[in-house]
Antibody, heavy 125, light 110 residues
Framework: EVQLVESGGELVQPGGSLRLSCAASGFTFSSYSMNWVRQAPGKGLEWVSY????????DYADSVKGRFTISRDNAKNSLYLQMNSLRDEDTAVYYC??????????????????WGQGTMVTVSS | QSALTQPPSASGSPGQSVTISCTGTSGDVGDYNYVSWYQQHPGKAPKLMIY???KRPSGVPDRFSGSKSGNAASLTVSGLQAEDEADYYCSSYAGSNNLVFGGGTKLTVL
């Protein structure tokens, strides 16, 4: 079964740091780019970050640029998000998401069909 | 990046059709045919319903259809069923390796 499982979310004080993990199984993780998407309580979805299959291409939303770092370990089938200088507005459920691939094309930056269950990050004093 | 604009709510009776709009700009929806739609039930992860404006992943019922005109995209759900009640989000590639989502629309089946 294709599966993504996030972990690492917890309550953290403003200015603090946190590292999220996403464990992949059921597919060849090293063949896929990956994304992080977050959702603040009662709010909509927000794309956070992208990493290519070999880590050669990385992008961030302006809202997290310079504070968050995405990385992956293909040998461990794992995706990570290092979150520093956390702010109240970073409070959200964080999802890792795999792009939809069909007919030889992968929609790496535009369509995600495999999502984890999410991990909750709460930034509060 | 500014979020795409969706109506906060939409509704319809079982069997009816409902259309949800998603308005962007010439920098996102208007420039790229990379509009996707997601369905999200409470407490669940989003589910991809439409990609590349109007294409359905395997397993998504053909009651769901997508279209685009200019800077606006639309999702139409035909033959409404009770299980279609959920939040729906549009997204669009916005250039410069950015992806933008809409604010979401709560669909109620009356």
């Amino acid at each position: 079964e294709v599966q993504l499982v996030e972990s690492g979310g917890e309550l953290v004080q403003p200015g603090g740091s946190l590292r999220l993990s996403c464990a992949a199984s059921g597919f060849t993780f090293s063949s896929y780019s990956m994304n992080w998407v977050r959702q603040a309580p009662g709010k909509g979805l927000e794309w956070v970050s992208y990493i290519s299959s070999g880590s050669g291409s990385i992008d961030y939303a302006d809202s997290v640029k310079g504070r968050f770092t995405i990385s992956r370990d293909n040998a461990k089938n794992s995706l990570y998000l290092q979150m520093n200088s956390l702010r109240d507005e970073d409070t959200a459920v964080y999802y890792c998401a795999r792009p939809y691939c069909s007919g030889g094309s992968c929609y790496s930056r535009s369509a995600f069909n495999i999502w984890g269950q999410g991990t909750m990050v709460t930034v509060s004093s | 990046q500014s979020a795409l604009t969706q109506p906060p709510s939409a509704s319809g009776s079982p069997g009816q059709s409902v259309t949800i709009s998603c308005t962007g700009t010439s920098g996102d929806v208007g420039d790229y045919n990379y509009v996707s739609w997601y369905q999200q039930h409470p407490g669940k992860a989003p589910k991809l319903m439409i990609y590349e404006v109007s294409k359905r992943p395997s397993g998504v019922p053909d009651r769901f259809s997508g279209s685009k005109s200019g800077n606006a995209a639309s999702l139409t759900v035909s033959g409404l069923q009770a299980e279609d009640e959920a939040d729906y989000y549009c997204s669009s590639y916005a250039g410069s390796n950015n992806l933008v989502f809409g604010g979401g629309t709560k669909l109620t089946v009356l």
